[in-house]
């Protein structure tokens, strides 16, 4: 396209302070002036305001709703992963008690007076030394987590880049073909007046009018699809960018495209492009994480068999029970510590089912690793595929509307001379509008065609500019 897009995609930021080392904030520069997200009270300006490809992607990664979600999922996952590494951390607990027993039901021996109130607290901090591993795989989980989360992440920004560009070339596909649809009906409507002269003037039969007028009629119904289309179109980029139509906009969304449908050269060597999309796509990079995350699963599956050792610390404080006088206020207190070692001689088999479990997730991960990955490389197959037939397909329609336009006009001069016919004239004016209607979607389906292979390998979408 045209415009040029500069600077390099970076992921989102997140909403919320917890995300803010994990995410990085987006620097898309473009020469246009860049939407800000909408308001309420200007919304109807923000939608009527000129919009370009590079304010458009802009856009739907400030205020699309897969976006939003999306960062509302890395808020989440960083709260699983501060999950995951908490068994690595200390536990500080504080305790307290109070009691009050009826004198009546407290036995009384050799003098001894039970008090009949008691109370105690205290804190009391604990630390694991060692859990048969679980230390260590809680922590390579917990920064495994993250990673896969951001991945993720820029799966789905990947995804509604695509999806939003694809839809702004959709909508410039539909007003284009409105374009092309009017030009042939206003061609068909001086057709048929120029017959209809003819026909007044004695030159012609009446036959000529009503086959203009068949062939003006006929025309009319391309282009009433062609503005619904249009109005589509419109209302699914809309969308897309997280606009909340005002519901007094019904007939006709009022965006203002400005990028143009341009085929610029691409040239991609497929071998390469298959072992880029393997190594960069996020997908991809998912599911590797998701595979580590299982031999951590492992890892703590198998700690079941071992021993675990804790150290522990307390302070507490409790009240006399015998000495005289006994009051609440009187109290003991005083300093505790030591290690405690526990380890499951016997758990009715609950580890080695742990284990099996493990095991099963494990192979189950690399299995669909594996078929994910002949899934990237079939689409990239394909988008390389559709994206030849693209490309030769425009390259065949170079000067067909040129063609076109010397055949009408030659037409029209051998009707006007005599030596040719009105059904001449008509074929002539059929083919410049196919030729001019598969033109523009001959573009529109190459500028799609290079999308869909740029999202397949892995391409940052906001790096490719037209130049």
Same mark, same amino acid.
């Given at each position: 396209?045209?415009?040029?897009?500069?600077?390099?995609?970076?992921?989102?930021?997140?909403?919320?302070?917890?995300?803010?080392?994990?995410?990085?904030?987006?620097?898309?520069?473009?020469?246009?002036?860049?939407?800000?997200?909408?308001?309420?009270?200007?919304?109807?300006?923000?939608?009527?305001?000129?919009?370009?490809?590079?304010?458009?992607?802009?856009?739907?990664?400030?205020?699309?709703?897969?976006?939003?979600?999306?960062?509302?999922?890395?808020?989440?996952?960083?709260?699983?992963?501060?999950?995951?590494?908490?068994?690595?951390?200390?536990?500080?607990?504080?305790?307290?008690?109070?009691?009050?027993?009826?004198?009546?039901?407290?036995?009384?021996?050799?003098?001894?007076?039970?008090?009949?109130?008691?109370?105690?607290?205290?804190?009391?901090?604990?630390?694991?030394?060692?859990?048969?591993?679980?230390?260590?795989?809680?922590?390579?989980?917990?920064?495994?987590?993250?990673?896969?989360?951001?991945?993720?992440?820029?799966?789905?920004?990947?995804?509604?880049?695509?999806?939003?560009?694809?839809?702004?070339?959709?909508?410039?596909?539909?007003?284009?073909?409105?374009?092309?649809?009017?030009?042939?009906?206003?061609?068909?409507?001086?057709?048929?007046?120029?017959?209809?002269?003819?026909?007044?003037?004695?030159?012609?039969?009446?036959?000529?009018?009503?086959?203009?007028?068949?062939?003006?009629?006929?025309?009319?119904?391309?282009?009433?699809?062609?503005?619904?289309?249009?109005?589509?179109?419109?209302?699914?980029?809309?969308?897309?960018?997280?606009?909340?139509?005002?519901?007094?906009?019904?007939?006709?969304?009022?965006?203002?495209?400005?990028?143009?449908?341009?085929?610029?050269?691409?040239?991609?060597?497929?071998?390469?492009?298959?072992?880029?999309? $393997? @190594?960069?796509?996020?997908?991809?990079? #998912? !599911?590797?994480? *998701? +595979?580590?995350? %299982?031999?951590?699963? &492992?890892?703590?599956?198998?700690?079941?068999?071992?021993?675990?050792?804790?150290?522990?610390?307390?302070?507490?404080?409790?009240?006399?029970?015998?000495?005289?006088?006994?009051?609440?206020?009187?109290?003991?207190?005083?300093?505790?510590?030591?290690?405690?070692?526990?380890?499951?001689?016997?758990?009715?088999?609950?580890?080695?089912?742990?284990?099996?479990?493990?095991?099963?997730?494990?192979?189950?991960?690399?299995?669909?690793?594996?078929?994910?990955?002949?899934?990237?490389?079939?689409?990239?197959?394909?988008?390389?595929?559709?994206?030849?037939?693209?490309?030769?397909?425009?390259?065949?329609?170079?000067?067909?509307?040129?063609?076109?336009?010397?055949?009408?006009?030659?037409?029209?001069?051998?009707?006007?001379?005599?030596?040719?016919?009105? $059904? @001449?004239?008509?074929?002539?004016?059929? #083919? !410049?509008?196919? *030729? +001019?209607?598969? %033109?523009?979607?001959? &573009?529109?389906?190459?500028?799609?065609?290079?999308?869909?292979?740029?999202?397949?390998?892995?391409?940052?979408?906001?790096?490719?500019?037209?130049?």
């Amino acid at each position: 396209m045209r415009t040029k897009f500069f600077g390099k995609f970076n992921v989102l930021s997140g909403t919320v302070g917890l995300l803010a080392m994990m995410l990085v904030p987006p620097m898309v520069v473009n020469a246009q002036p860049h939407l800000a997200p909408p308001t309420t009270n200007d919304l109807r300006a923000i939608v009527a305001r000129p919009l370009s490809l590079a304010d458009a992607l802009n856009t739907a990664l400030q205020q699309g709703a897969a976006i939003l979600k999306a960062k509302n999922d890395l808020e989440s996952t960083y709260g699983l992963v501060v999950q995951t590494r908490a068994i690595a951390l200390p536990r500080l607990t504080a305790t307290g008690n109070f009691t009050h027993t009826d004198p009546g039901a407290i036995e009384n021996f050799a003098n001894i007076l039970q008090p009949n109130q008691s109370w105690n607290a205290g804190l009391k901090i604990v630390q694991s030394i060692y859990e048969g591993g679980k230390l260590g795989a809680a922590i390579r989980a917990a920064r495994l987590t993250k990673e896969q989360a951001l991945l993720e992440y820029q799966t789905v920004v990947s995804d509604t880049l695509l999806a939003t560009r694809v839809a702004y070339y959709n909508t410039l596909l539909a007003a284009q073909q409105i374009t092309v649809n009017e030009a042939s009906v206003n061609l068909l409507a001086k057709e048929l007046e120029d017959q209809q002269r003819r026909y007044d003037a004695g030159t012609v039969p009446r036959f000529n009018v009503l086959r203009a007028e068949v062939a003006a009629a006929n025309a009319r119904p391309p282009l009433i699809r062609a503005r619904n289309d249009y109005r589509l179109a419109k209302n699914h980029l809309s969308n897309l960018l997280g606009y909340n139509l005002p519901r007094d906009i019904w007939e006709d969304v009022p965006l203002q495209l400005t990028d143009t449908l341009v085929a610029e050269p691409y040239q991609v060597d497929l071998p390469s492009a298959i072992q880029q999309a $393997l @190594e960069k796509r996020t997908e991809l990079g #998912a !599911l590797r994480k *998701a +595979r580590q995350l %299982q031999d951590e699963n &492992l890892i703590n599956a198998r700690a079941g068999y071992q021993p675990t050792l804790q150290a522990f610390a307390g302070y507490g404080w409790r009240n006399v029970q015998f000495t005289k006088p006994i009051e609440l206020d009187h109290q003991i207190n005083g300093w505790q510590a030591g290690l405690q070692l526990n380890w499951d001689i016997f758990d009715g088999f609950l580890t080695k089912g742990k284990v099996m479990q493990a095991k099963a997730q494990q192979a189950r991960a690399g299995t669909e690793l594996d078929d994910v990955s002949r899934q990237v490389e079939l689409q990239v197959r394909t988008a390389y595929s559709t994206f030849i037939e693209a490309r030769e397909v425009l390259d065949s329609q170079a000067k067909v509307q040129e063609q076109a336009d010397e055949a009408l006009r030659l037409a029209r001069a051998r009707a006007d001379a005599g030596t040719g016919t009105q $059904l @001449e004239v008509l074929d002539a004016e059929t #083919a !410049l509008t196919q *030729a +001019r209607t598969t %033109q523009i979607v001959a &573009l529109h389906d190459y500028s799609v065609a290079r999308a869909r292979l740029e999202h397949a390998i892995g391409q940052d979408l906001l790096t490719k500019s037209g130049k």
